[in-house]
């Protein structure tokens, strides 16, 4: 046992198994577990073509290109105005794909099962194996897999699969989806004796700091033609150390399905938090005449948590307000084709930030995003849907939801149950159907599912407000205002209310709803461009006043003033949500609009807007000034952060903020004289100086107890002279994946950031890798992610750079017209 687990932890070198798929054999060495998933990820073939419909005619066709999935192929296309997908869409195309990929199965493996599983592919997918229809898939956010043992050919036969992917009938999204095969897919070999697709589930019935007990239901499938006597043990280990084993003897019929309940405790359990996620493993083995036939493998947590009337959020006995942000899942330049160094990067800005907790709205997310969540601890709300029954898009889901949300919500259960990152489920986001009885009827139905297949978390939907915004006063309680109360969030099938917005009604919470604790599952919405001020910033802009109305009074190009005062007529700026759940032990937490600015669903929604502007982090992963008023509030870190730039017309009146913390004051100087000192009052969360613009130096100093606590100073930049490269990791991994995030500075000759430079840049790349992304963050820029030259915003700019399988160096050069070039080197190891 010792030695294997050696070899479970370490799992065979990536680069291994994909050898064994690439070399087209599925031989291996006779450990059952590390065979048992390997990606399928490399050498598909792809053809985009709307007018094939049908398989056996792309069979034929011979303008198939080669590339390795996770693909999005909307991503590389161009921003179209006229596009079907709307702006909501990100104006980039869907259409119809088609992938194929030949690859050879070895001989030994003729008695056992090979499943393809897809972790999503967007969206109406249909697979062939050989020419055997496998199925259909219209979810694109959810994962499934098909057994391919019966039509396979083993030994030197070549076997083919096609894929066809249909993400032509526009609008079927309020955002960006990207389209094909964009999230991994594996091939599992595995004994016809096995554990079941998501086959385990580990729960941690009672926890205390001397011992939990935690409960394994692990169902098994048998698809030999004969009934089977078999034990099945289950190790739990803390990373290599084995903790304990619990063992049973089963017989399961042929061709049956059985499932098996185990329970043993464990001793001074090493809790899971936010702050130290420790995750344990549960390793199932399947044993027949002694002899392993499978082993499986399930992350676990250990913790204990509720959501309580009056405290919100306990973690491990302890409060914990949920400080989160909305995701959605594309990743920016790179498009919804996933990567979890990218997904990880996202959450390493988060997590910089003081963000505890990620929704994912408003579907289920990678498996990779939920990993990373458990090792990194974050509080995770996983959602279901959009939309039930009734559309939002004419060609979304809600066309599906008869015949699917049952099994995708299932699914769903299924294979994320296993998370102790995720602590709320969530059955929809702003589901039109929850102002009516139907409603009602259909989320109890969806709550009855979700409690069958766990009763651990609670159930919430993230509804409208359970008030008529159209009364000017949200503020007051129910029971004082004649108001519409929600039908879904009076029914009482919700474990947690949940609703977007409408922060002026939290307060009133408890009087609302006295017997139900509260989440705000969605907040904010405030809108930013990342760099960009109008001077004077100090009266809150509503922008634009409905997503229905033409937006006339912005700023020229669709740009919005990142002083945190712009809003939707529905939102609010970040500080003033953050105040009311700052203040309320009973206000568990929430979860902000969005982290991350994400393409498609611009406001203003119109062209030449493409992607959005409520993020606190722009498009390329550049932080908004909020960012650090979070940082301020969320963090230990100490905090002092200045803006706007200081490059205005001589004599101009500008606003300068500061975010600031563990200091009772800040003093601002220009050019060495001191501009005044202020003081956050009440529950003020920046301080402000209104001063003329006079070039020079802009510095502030904050203090506590007339001790100097930080210093930070802005200059007025120069002229743009030089670029200045600088990676976020300059080792990555030779394995075809890895990335490296380059950004790019646009600096004077005295290395001043240059505040509003916008050179085009131009990107080449030496060595065994590729340029996968460029982006400035900007929302209305119409340059292809993809190309490999970008024009900045705001002195800034990202390049990412992809591994090759070969180690080296990788030389990147930026150079733009005027200015001096920079190279920087990432080396593949
Ligand atoms: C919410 C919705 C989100 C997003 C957001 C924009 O109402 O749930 O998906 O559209 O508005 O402010």
């Given at each position: 046992?010792?030695?294997?687990?050696?070899?479970?932890?370490?799992?065979?070198?990536?680069?291994?198994?994909?050898?064994?798929?690439?070399?087209?054999?599925?031989?291996?060495?006779?450990?059952?577990?590390?065979?048992?998933?390997?990606?399928?990820?490399?050498?598909?073939?792809?053809?985009?073509?709307?007018?094939?419909?049908?398989?056996?005619?792309?069979?034929?066709?011979?303008?198939?290109?080669?590339?390795?999935?996770?693909?999005?192929?909307?991503?590389?296309?161009?921003?179209?105005?006229?596009?079907?997908?709307?702006?909501?869409?990100?104006?980039?195309?869907?259409?119809?794909?088609?992938?194929?990929?030949?690859?050879?199965?070895?001989?030994?493996?003729?008695?056992?099962?090979?499943?393809?599983?897809?972790?999503?592919?967007?969206?109406?997918?249909?697979?062939?194996?050989?020419?055997?229809?496998?199925?259909?898939?219209?979810?694109?956010?959810?994962?499934?897999?098909?057994?391919?043992?019966?039509?396979?050919?083993?030994?030197?036969?070549?076997?083919?699969?096609?894929?066809?992917?249909?993400?032509?009938?526009?609008?079927?999204?309020?955002?960006?989806?990207?389209?094909?095969?964009?999230?991994?897919?594996?091939?599992?070999?595995?004994?016809?004796?096995?554990?079941?697709?998501?086959?385990?589930?580990?729960?941690?019935?009672?926890?205390?700091?001397?011992?939990?007990?935690?409960?394994?239901?692990?169902?098994?499938?048998?698809?030999?033609?004969?009934?089977?006597?078999?034990?099945?043990?289950?190790?739990?280990?803390?990373?290599?150390?084995?903790?304990?084993?619990?063992?049973?003897?089963?017989?399961?019929?042929?061709?049956?399905?059985?499932?098996?309940?185990?329970?043993?405790?464990?001793?001074?359990?090493?809790?899971?938090?936010?702050?130290?996620?420790?995750?344990?493993?549960?390793?199932?083995?399947?044993?027949?005449?002694?002899?392993?036939?499978?082993?499986?493998?399930?992350?676990?947590?250990?913790?204990?948590?509720?959501?309580?009337?009056?405290?919100?959020?306990?973690?491990?006995?302890?409060?914990?307000?949920?400080?989160?942000?909305?995701?959605?899942?594309?990743?920016?330049?790179?498009?919804?084709?996933?990567?979890?160094?990218?997904?990880?990067?996202?959450?390493?800005?988060?997590?910089?930030?003081?963000?505890?907790?990620?929704?994912?709205?408003?579907?289920?997310?990678?498996?990779?995003?939920?990993?990373?969540?458990?090792?990194?601890?974050?509080?995770?709300?996983?959602?279901?849907?959009?939309?039930?029954?009734?559309?939002?898009?004419?060609?979304?889901?809600?066309?599906?939801?008869?015949?699917?949300?049952?099994?995708?919500?299932?699914?769903?259960?299924?294979?994320?149950?296993?998370?102790?990152?995720?602590?709320?489920?969530?059955?929809?986001?702003?589901?039109?159907?929850?102002?009516?009885?139907?409603?009602?009827?259909?989320?109890?139905?969806?709550?009855?599912?979700?409690?069958?297949?766990?009763?651990?978390?609670?159930?919430?939907?993230?509804?409208?407000?359970?008030?008529?915004?159209?009364?000017?006063?949200?503020?007051?309680?129910?029971?004082?205002?004649?108001?519409?109360?929600?039908?879904?969030?009076?029914?009482?099938?919700?474990?947690?209310?949940?609703?977007?917005?409408?922060?002026?009604?939290?307060?009133?919470?408890?009087?609302?709803?006295?017997?139900?604790?509260?989440?705000?599952?969605?907040?904010?919405?405030?809108?930013?461009?990342?760099?960009?001020?109008?001077?004077?910033?100090?009266?809150?802009?509503?922008?634009?006043?409905?997503?229905?109305?033409?937006?006339?009074?912005?700023?020229?190009?669709?740009?919005?003033?990142?002083?945190?005062?712009?809003?939707?007529?529905?939102?609010?700026?970040?500080?003033?949500?953050?105040?009311?759940?700052?203040?309320?032990?009973?206000?568990?937490?929430?979860?902000?609009?969005?982290?991350?600015?994400?393409?498609?669903?611009?406001?203003?929604?119109?062209?030449?807007?493409?992607?959005?502007?409520?993020?606190?982090?722009?498009?390329?992963?550049?932080?908004?000034?909020?960012?650090?008023?979070?940082?301020?509030?969320?963090?230990?870190?100490?905090?002092l952060h200045i803006?706007?730039?200081?490059?205005?017309?001589?004599?101009?009146?500008?606003?300068v903020?500061a975010?600031y913390?563990?200091?009772?004051?800040v003093e601002l100087f220009?050019?060495?004289?001191?501009?005044?000192?202020r003081?956050?009052?009440?529950?003020?969360?920046?301080v402000?100086w209104?001063?003329?613009?006079?070039?020079?130096?802009l510095k502030a100093i904050s203090?506590?107890?007339?001790?100097?606590?930080l210093e930070t100073e802005i200059?007025?930049?120069?002229?743009?002279?030089?670029?200045?490269?600088?990676?976020?990791?300059?080792?990555?991994?030779?394995?075809?994946?890895?990335?490296?995030?380059?950004?790019?500075?646009?600096?004077?000759?005295?290395?001043?950031?240059?505040?509003?430079?916008?050179?085009?840049?131009?990107?080449?790349?030496?060595?065994?890798?590729?340029?996968?992304?460029?982006?400035?963050?900007?929302?209305?820029?119409?340059?292809?992610?993809?190309?490999?030259?970008?024009?900045?915003?705001?002195?800034?700019?990202?390049?990412?750079?992809?591994?090759?399988?070969?180690?080296?160096?990788?030389?990147?050069?930026?150079?733009?017209?005027?200015?001096?070039?920079?190279?920087?080197?990432?080396?593949?190891?």
């Open positions: 046992m010792k030695n294997k687990r050696k070899y479970f932890n370490n799992g065979l070198p990536l680069l291994m198994l994909i050898g064994i798929i690439l070399l087209g054999s599925c031989s291996k060495k006779e450990d059952a577990f590390a065979n048992r998933k390997v990606s399928f990820n490399s050498d598909w073939s792809f053809h985009l073509n709307d007018s094939i419909q049908d398989k056996d005619t792309i069979g034929t066709s011979t303008k198939w290109r080669t590339l390795n999935v996770p693909h999005d192929w909307s991503i590389e296309g161009n921003f179209d105005e006229k596009s079907l997908a709307g702006y909501g869409g990100g104006a980039l195309n869907g259409g119809l794909g088609w992938y194929k990929k030949t690859f050879k199965v070895a001989a030994a493996d003729s008695s056992k099962v090979t499943s393809i599983i897809f972790d999503g592919v967007y969206k109406d997918s249909e697979v062939w194996i050989n020419g055997h229809y496998l199925g259909k898939r219209p979810n694109g956010y959810i994962g499934f897999q098909y057994d391919m043992s019966p039509y396979l050919n083993y030994g030197d036969k070549n076997n083919e699969i096609i894929v066809k992917v249909d993400n032509s009938k526009q609008p079927n999204s309020r955002w960006y989806s990207g389209s094909g095969i964009f999230r991994n897919v594996w091939i599992e070999t595995t004994d016809k004796l096995h554990v079941a697709q998501w086959g385990t589930y580990v729960t941690t019935p009672k926890v205390t700091a001397e011992k939990a007990s935690v409960s394994f239901e692990t169902t098994i499938q048998n698809q030999n033609t004969a009934s089977k006597k078999a034990t099945v043990t289950t190790t739990i280990f803390k990373e290599d150390t084995k903790v304990t084993s619990v063992t049973q003897n089963i017989t399961i019929g042929a061709n049956a399905n059985q499932t098996i309940k185990q329970e043993t405790q464990v001793e001074t359990p090493i809790l899971w938090s936010v702050e130290k996620p420790e995750l344990y493993s549960a390793v199932t083995e399947i044993s027949v005449d002694d002899k392993i036939v499978d082993q499986y493998k399930t992350n676990f947590g250990i913790r204990d948590f509720k959501f309580d009337l009056d405290k919100g959020f306990i973690l491990n006995g302890k409060q914990v307000k949920i400080k989160g942000v909305c995701l959605h899942h594309d990743l920016g330049p790179l498009g919804a084709a996933i990567n979890t160094r990218a997904i990880e990067r996202q959450l390493e800005i988060m997590k910089e930030m003081g963000v505890n907790g990620i929704r994912t709205s408003h579907n289920p997310p990678a498996p990779e995003l939920l990993d990373l969540c458990d090792k990194m601890g974050f509080i995770v709300m996983d959602e279901a849907f959009d939309m039930w029954k009734q559309t939002k898009t004419k060609y979304d889901y809600g066309n599906d939801w008869d015949k699917w949300h049952k099994k995708d919500l299932i699914d769903q259960l299924l294979r994320d149950r296993n998370h102790p990152s995720i602590f709320v489920w969530s059955i929809g986001n702003e589901i039109p159907e929850q102002w009516n009885e139907n409603g009602v009827a259909i989320a109890k139905e969806l709550a009855a599912i979700t409690r069958q297949y766990d009763k651990t978390r609670p159930l919430t939907a993230a509804m409208n407000p359970p008030v008529n915004m159209n009364i000017d006063a949200v503020t007051l309680q129910f029971e004082k205002k004649n108001v519409s109360i929600n039908p879904l969030a009076a029914s009482g099938v919700l474990d947690l209310i949940g609703y977007n917005y409408a922060h002026q009604t939290y307060e009133h919470h408890q009087k609302n709803f006295p017997n139900t604790p509260f989440i705000a599952t969605e907040t904010t919405s405030g809108l930013q461009t990342r760099g960009y001020y109008d001077a004077v910033s100090d009266t809150i802009k509503k922008w634009p006043v409905s997503w229905d109305k033409k937006f006339t009074g912005g700023n020229p190009g669709n740009t919005v003033s990142a002083y945190d005062q712009v809003q939707t007529p529905w939102g609010s700026t970040h500080e003033a949500t953050w105040k009311v759940i700052k203040k309320h032990d009973f206000l568990s937490g929430m979860y902000i609009w969005t982290g991350f600015d994400y393409i498609g669903e611009p406001t203003p929604y119109e062209w030449p807007s493409i992607s959005s502007y409520f993020g606190i982090v722009d498009l390329a992963g550049f932080p908004k000034d909020v960012y650090y008023m979070y940082q301020s509030e969320w963090t230990d870190k100490t905090v803006f706007p730039h200081w490059n205005w017309k001589a004599g101009q009146t500008v606003d903020w975010y913390n563990k200091a009772d004051e220009l050019n060495g004289k001191s501009v005044g000192v003081s956050k009052k009440g529950d003020d969360l920046h402000m209104r001063i003329p613009f006079q070039p020079g130096a203090r506590k107890n007339g001790k100097t606590v200059k007025t930049a120069g002229n743009p002279e030089n670029l200045k490269l600088t990676a976020d990791r300059s080792n990555i991994k030779a394995d075809g994946n890895d990335l490296s995030f380059v950004t790019v500075d646009i600096l004077d000759a005295k290395g001043t950031l240059a505040p509003n430079a916008n050179n085009e840049i131009n990107f080449s790349l030496k060595g065994n890798g590729r340029i996968v992304g460029v982006c400035s963050g900007d929302p209305v820029s119409h340059e292809s992610y993809k190309g490999s030259k970008h024009t900045a915003l705001n002195g800034k700019c990202l390049v990412i750079v992809q591994s090759d399988t070969k180690t080296g160096r990788l030389e990147l050069t930026a150079k733009a017209n005027g200015l001096k070039p920079a190279t920087i080197v990432i080396t593949a190891e």
